[in-house]
């Protein structure tokens, strides 16, 4: 399956995040866009997960491929839900398991953030 | 004034963060470090502020150079110390006013984040 039919994918979920942010100064718009990526990224559990499915192979991952982070089960689940719902993770319930893959755009996206402009 | 000579950097400015998610999983303590960035970012105020200061000319601003973004100027401070303290910015007292910049190295730390490895 490629990544671009893993799932139909939402607008917030293919749109840019953002421009580089030494570009010029965010719109409170984009401001709040992007920083509700950064407040999913910014628990070190949430952060473990999503480089585990970022990092496995064929770039997808379900809760059954996840290693030991510390917490339970549920707890996993619920950190996945919260990426997911911040647009840094897609899912798809195949069979028993719901697997997840990093959006497409998203990595690029971010990375063009911090990218040196001007 | 060059960027190398803006303030004495510690250790954990100059260290680069993180290696791309994609690459592998992050450590429990790699995590920690790198979820600390992400979450002084994932407030709009503090993303705002952030980018107000990474795109001013020279590379720094003082609080006297912000822009609105609806909050006091106690409260900008606030937010200026937050990032200076997840060592995304770096400051330095001259006459009145504290100059704020951007950490060098911070930029392309977190771009590397995101690059797309393997």
Redesign the interface.
Known sequence: MSKAEALPLTEAEVRPCCPP??????T?EE??E???M???????????L???V??HVD?EACVCDI?D??VSQPTVSHHLKKLREAGLLTSERRGTWVYYR?TPS???S??R????SG
Chains 1, 2 share one sequence.
């Open positions: 942010l030494n570009e010029r100064p965010l409170a401001a709040d992007a920083a509700a950064f407040k999913a990224l910014g628990d070190p559990i949430r952060l473990r999503f480089s585990q970022a990092s770039g290693s982070v510390g990093v998203v990595m690029a971010l990375a953030s911090f990218s040196i």
